[in-house]
């Protein structure tokens, strides 16, 4: 059985049409992620913070949510791995000369042009809109672009002259086996520093 003319709808033809509406829905959940907060959904806006699995918040979200971690809230086991003020670090951006936020257009409608921007690469320009690969340092908090950190080889921070070492970068909003390998990196960090802890306390009690 065909169609009334006789022709048997290809396979591309049938499945062409959710599948862009499908791409476009995507890049721009990919640009969201550059823009709102992860936890509280709202626009970003300074102070801005990131967690050590490369999560954008604003920083007062996370502290209310520190402040009272069992009110209810929609995205709860986005922070779940964030277990105080330590766990975040303030970011330090750079702004994009070009962003003027919500703009009007020709009809007067006020819209926002989601791939734009609101902070560049204070190194090499590129802006951080979620098509070029960015990393903050956890030392010092400034961000750049992936390109930058690999372009100039440096150790101490282009921005504020810090010290950092390869450990200390972290990739922004990476991909699923980057978040992965963060998390990784992140239980490993907590359990190097308890048995530190512990053997202080036993040094102590030893002492004692
Ligand atoms: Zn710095």
Not at 17 to 34: I, M, T, Y
Not at 48 to 62: E, M, P, Q, S, T
């Amino acid at each position: 059985m065909g169609c009334d003319g006789g022709t048997i709808p290809k396979r591309h033809e049938l499945v062409k049409g959710p599948k862009k509406v499908e791409k476009v829905d995507k890049n721009a959940e990919l640009a969201a992620r550059w823009k709102y907060c992860a936890l509280s959904q709202e626009k970003l806006r300074r102070p801005i913070v990131a967690c050590g699995l490369g999560r954008l918040y604003n920083k007062d979200a996370v502290i209310e949510y520190l402040l009272d971690k069992s009110a209810e809230r929609p995205n709860a086991e986005v922070v779940a791995h964030i277990r105080g003020i330590k766990d975040i670090k303030e970011l330090n951006l750079t702004d994009n000369p070009e962003w003027e936020g919500d703009t009007t257009n020709a009809k007067g409608d006020r819209y926002e042009d989601i791939h734009c921007g609101m902070f560049i690469c204070p190194v090499v320009g590129l802006e951080m809109n979620g098509k070029h690969r960015f990393c903050y340092l956890q030392t010092c908090g400034c961000v750049f672009s992936d390109r930058a950190l690999k372009e100039v080889k440096t150790e101490i921070c282009h921005k504020c002259g810090d010290p950092f070492q390869d450990d200390d970068i972290i990739v922004l909003n990476g991909t699923k086996e980057e978040v992965e390998r963060l998390r990784e990196k992140m239980e490993e960090k907590r359990a190097k520093s308890k048995t530190k802890r512990w053997k202080k306390l036993r040094d102590h009690c030893n002492f004692l």
